[in-house]
Nanobody
Framework: QVQLEESGGGLVQPGGSLRLSCVASGRTISMFNMGWFRQAQGKEREFVAAISREDFRTYYADSVKGRFTISRDNAKNTVYLQMNSLKPEDTAVYYC??????????????????????WGQGTQVTVSS
């Protein structure tokens, strides 16, 4: 079992920045690929970013590429999502998730919520003036 706890959400003006953190407990995250997803009110959960466990390769949704950065600190059992140049359409509950999939499988499923085994409870991000 892995427990995930997100933090760092809040209210920010358009153009602002936030850094989300996701701390894992129960297992070391070095065993897992990590992902961030988000779900806006009335919409389906969508992929935001992911980072692999073997080579720390990163993946991004087109909508956040160039603005968001995912990183991981295995020593702290934590994954981060640095969000810059935030837009109102980034408003959503942000979730972190983990999967123990192998590198080949993960490279083709990183953006699929069904591929992840454990999820956090989410943190709200609101971008508004």
């Amino acid at each position: 079992q892995v427990q995930l706890e997100e933090s760092g959400g809040g209210l920010v003006q358009p153009g602002g920045s936030l850094r989300l953190s996701c701390v894992a407990s129960g297992r070391t995250i070095s065993m897992f690929n990590m992902g961030w997803f988000r779900q806006a009110q009335g919409k389906e959960r969508e992929f935001v970013a992911a980072i692999s466990r073997e080579d720390f390769r990163t993946y991004y949704a087109d909508s956040v590429k160039g603005r968001f950065t995912i990183s991981r600190d295995n020593a702290k059992n934590t994954v981060y999502l640095q969000m810059n140049s935030l837009k109102p359409e980034d408003t959503a509950v942000y979730y972190c998730a983990v999967t123990g999939a192998g590198i080949i499988y993960f490279s083709s499923t990183y953006n699929n919520p069904s591929a992840y085994e454990y999820w956090g409870q989410g943190t709200q991000v609101t971008v508004s003036s």
